[in-house]
């Protein structure tokens, strides 16, 4: 059997501010913020204090239920401030940036050669085991236990986000070292899901799946879904091309947490990439990168369906692939929404002539983030599943979350889907639901309750 | 300075928590929305930016798509009348007495319903939710223009209250509120429901009140063709099919004509704010269940006569295709469509107590929606109890 994923449903938001395929110049980050939110359910243990010295790839904090996790720094410094906030509860960890680039010696591990457990250690002891995904519910991987799978999605359909295979280029022998790693974690296999276009090389161990079609085609739950779906008492790992490429860098000793990431947007001067620190600032990295406009802007810390708005204050995620500047919009007033032809309003509905005449594919659009209507019960049907390319009943599943129906949930999937999944239904809803939130915080109760 | 500063700046604020008029916020906001598209901006976290169309946008296609059946169905009233009289005063006169006869339903229907709906959501100091737009409209379209506006401002009542707010409001509700309306009319107030004498106003327009020196014709019967199936004399042979086609019969206000109604069903099937699923279904179902009585009977109507004569074209257009009420998966639409096509020819020709089958047909799918659903939606739950067991 060819592993081909070919899909329909889905949706690519046509924006405004598109990166180009070459690189910009950043600022070299004066700060990197280490955010233990970035990462679900994940509470820290700081091991250091303000003040101490840390060199890249020291241990700054753990995971406190699996200890072995460690979070390290990506850069050498001085470990400046615990950001705390309500019942002390970090919200970041500060490190100035003293520009030597000091690390700590890593061992090379050749995959190849070197046992489960030295593959083990060595990710865990180079701070990059937390860029492996667990699924159900996309928390931190249990590093005691052995996944069916692991899926890599080498193919990113998210708005303005990166090519991974622009980013693979030229660090191919990287990647090929963290997916031989991933390769012996795995008890079952290692499926890599990309285009059928994509330059990325094949690599021996690995089985490519090859997927088509719109967004969230390259959501790594949506192709597992359609290619091996995952069931209850089931456990699959999963990664991102560029999360595997850090991995092999750790293991071929190089201490290196840099990242490619698109600069992007229609508040963007001129889109393109960028190769910054993993928590660089977003001030830093933007810095002379935005329009001077007279109304608000929004600083998306991702890309426009999953990302977080921290603004300018806030700092590249952890496992951050995009910033996506847009208007905020909150001072647009429109006038009669409800009946204007709608030529010049983004809408996938064929309720405004953007949508029946395919506008909204064919032009490029500038997008605020104004919810455009407000919150209802759900009062459409439909819609949700055409961008919803999953064997699961996206509204169902959705009601039974709000209902907390643990057997319902279990019974239609909530085992196989994270809040991204459901971005695009969030995106297209009439009712402006905030669906992604409902499903996360779902998601966060049925662990505590399994566990 | 400009409108939407000014309201911005001195209006908003008197509604706003701590305003002067806080506890009318719903009623400003349902305005000041009508107005303007909300300024809200999305959350920090979740999706940042969102398709503009919302549920405004999605009642108001359902209103477009009811006006040529409205229109249609307003000269008809005059039509009607004139044919009663024995006078014909032209089409734009007609269309005028039917004006006349039908605004003052609309507002009532409004009134009350928009009036229940605004106080709910006051209470409970929410956005007023749009859905009563479409019903509020619906209901005077499916009366018998002889209905005493009395009676249509109880049962919007009845229905908005015990139909939609107990449920939690719009897109809470089991079953269709408009529907609800004419289902409380047809059982509270059976006689000015049925019978000869209320789909064809024969005196003034605005109140029925006879006007002098005027008579129906000799002949005249204001029954409805279904009226005269129900009671056996109907002949499909005579009988016009192209009359009830284009509407020029007795019945309720905007149901006879089926032309106006296909328009109105082409624009939403083209926004896709109807689902074709369960719309094709239920005329395929009722041709289907027409076909097989035509075939076992000479008396009974054709096929064609089937799907144009009553309320089973309106019904399969406008009110089986209310998502909220109706099957929301896909497969479940097919089925449910079928169900509702057939049940109303089965009423329709079986049960002589109803000359039309149509309101019941689409209120017990309604009840059954949720049973079809739950069925649909478990075969996908025992593909995946089957995958873990395999």
């Given at each position: 059997m060819a592993n081909v994923i070919k899909l329909k449903k889905g949706l690519n938001i046509n924006l405004e501010g598109t990166p180009e395929e070459k690189f910009v110049n950043v600022k070299e980050a004066k700060k990197v913020t280490l955010v233990p939110d970035d990462i679900v359910m994940c509470t820290p243990k700081i091991v250091l204090k303000a003040g101490d010295a840390v060199k890249a790839g020291d241990?700054?904090?753990?995971?406190?239920?699996?200890?072995?996790?460690?979070?390290?720094?990506?850069?050498?410094?001085?470990?400046?401030?615990?950001?705390?906030?309500?019942?002390?509860k970090v919200l970041g960890i500060v490190i100035s940036n003293d520009g030597k680039g000091t690390s700590a010696k890593l061992p090379v591990i050749d995959p190849k050669t070197a046992t489960v457990d030295e593959i083990k250690q060595a990710m865990l002891d180079?701070?990059?085991?937390?860029?492996?995904?667990?699924?159900?519910?996309?928390?931190?991987?249990?590093?005691?236990?052995?996944?069916?799978?692991i899926f890599v999605t080498a193919l990113n359909t998210a708005p303005l986000a990166p090519n991974f295979d622009i980013i693979v280029k030229g660090q191919e022998n990287d990647f090929q070292t963290g997916l031989a790693a991933l390769a012996k974690l795995s008890k079952g296999k290692v499926y890599v899901g990309a285009a059928a276009s994509t330059t990325?090389?094949?690599?021996?161990?690995?089985?490519?799946?090859?997927?088509?079609?719109?967004h969230p085609a390259g959501n790594v739950g949506v192709q597992i879904n359609n290619f091996k779906p995952i069931n209850k008492g089931e456990i699959v790992w999963t990664a991102n091309a560029q999360d595997v490429i850090v991995i092999g860098r750790i293991l071929n000793g190089k201490c290196d947490f840099s990242r490619i990431i698109t600069i992007a947007g229609s508040e963007i001067v001129a889109p393109a990439y960028a190769k910054v620190q993993a928590g660089a600032s977003l001030a830093d990295i933007l810095d002379g990168k935005v329009k001077h406009v007279e109304y608000k802007q929004r600083v998306i810390n991702g890309d426009v369906l999953t990302g977080v708005a921290t603004g300018l204050a806030g700092s590249l995620n952890f496992k951050g692939q995009t910033v996506t500047v847009i208007p905020e919009g909150d001072t647009t007033d429109e006038i009669f929404g409800w009946i204007t032809p709608g030529l010049n309003r983004y809408s996938t509905s064929n309720t405004g002539l953007a949508g029946l005449f395919g506008l909204f594919k064919s032009k490029k659009w500038k997008l605020d983030a104004r919810l455009k209507g407000g919150p209802r019960a759900l009062i459409v049907s439909g819609d949700w599943e055409r961008v919803f390319p999953m064997d699961i009943y996206p509204e169902h599943l959705y009601k039974a979350v709000l209902a907390y129906d643990i057997d319902k949930m279990e019974q239609l999937g909530i085992y196989e889907v994270l809040p991204e999944d459901f971005a695009l239904c969030e995106f297209v809803d009439v009712s402006k639901n905030p669906v992604q939130q409902v499903i996360a915080d779902g998601l966060v109760k049925l662990r505590k309750e399994m566990e | 300075m400009k409108l939407n500063d000014y309201i911005n700046e001195k209006i908003d604020p008197l509604f706003q928590k701590g305003g002067k008029y806080e506890k009318l916020w719903s009623i400003y906001d349902s305005f000041h929305t009508f107005l303007f598209v909300p300024r809200h901006t999305a959350a920090r976290k979740g999706v940042q930016v969102h398709d503009s169309v919302d549920s405004k946008r999605v009642i108001m296609m359902v209103i477009l798509a009811l006006v040529p059946a409205a229109l249609v169905g307003m000269w008809n009233v005059g039509y009607q009348h004139d044919l009663a009289l024995g006078i014909n005063d032209g089409w734009f006169m007609q269309f005028l007495y039917g004006l006349v006869a039908f605004l003052p339903k609309v507002v009532v229907s409004y009134a009350v319903g928009l009036g229940i709906e605004m106080a709910v959501a006051c209470m409970k100091r929410e956005e007023v939710a749009e859905g009563f737009l479409a019903t509020g409209l619906l209901i005077p379209m499916i009366v018998p223009v002889n209905t005493p506006l009395w009676m249509i401002a109880v049962a919007t009542a009845f229905s908005v209250i015990f139909a939609k707010e107990i449920f939690g409001g719009t897109g809470m509700n089991i079953f269709n509120p408009a529907l609800i309306t004419r289902a409380f009319l047809f059982f509270a107030y059976p006689k000015a429901m049925s019978g000869d004498e209320v789909f064809v106003r024969t005196g003034s327009a605005l109140c029925n009140s006879p006007i002098e020196g005027t008579a129906v014709v000799d002949g005249f019967s204001g029954a409805t063709p279904l009226a005269a199936v129900a009671d056996g004399t109907f002949d499909p042979v005579t009988?016009?099919?192209?009359?009830?086609?284009?509407?020029?019969?007795?019945?309720?206000?905007?149901?006879?004509?089926?032309?106006?109604?296909?328009?109105?069903?082409?624009?939403?099937?083209?926004?896709?704010?109807?689902?074709?699923?369960?719309?094709?279904?239920?005329?395929?179902?009722?041709?289907?269940?027409?076909?097989?009585?035509?075939?076992?009977s000479e008396n009974a109507p054709t096929v064609a006569?089937?799907?144009?004569?009553?309320?089973?074209?309106?019904?399969?257009?406008f009110m089986a295709t209310d998502p909220v009420t109706g099957c929301r998966t896909n497969t479940g639409k097919y089925i449910y469509g079928l169900f509702i096509g057939v049940m109303a020819i089965l009423i329709r020709m079986f049960n002589t107590g109803y000359p039309e089958g149509a309101m019941m047909a689409v209120l017990l799918g309604n009840a059954c929606a949720p049973l079809i659903d739950y069925c649909v939606v478990n075969s996908n739950i025992s593909k995946r109890a089957k995958r873990v067991n395999a």
């Open positions: 241990e700054v904090f753990h995971d406190k239920q699996y200890p072995e996790i460690k979070f390290v720094s990506p850069v050498s410094g001085v470990l400046e401030e615990v950001v705390r906030g309500d019942r002390r180079g701070g990059v085991w937390p860029f492996l995904t667990q699924r159900p519910y996309g928390v931190l991987a249990n590093p005691s236990l052995q996944p069916r799978d990325i090389p094949a690599v021996n161990g690995v089985e490519k799946v090859t997927v088509e079609g719109p | 009988y016009s099919t192209m009359d009830a086609f284009l509407g020029c019969i007795p019945g309720s206000i905007a149901e006879t004509s089926t032309l106006a109604i296909l328009l109105g069903a082409c624009l939403l099937l083209v926004t896709r704010v109807a689902s074709w699923r369960i719309m094709c279904s239920v005329f395929v179902g009722g041709a289907l269940m027409s076909a097989i009585i035509a075939a076992f006569q089937q799907l144009c004569l009553g309320g089973f074209a309106f019904a399969a257009v």
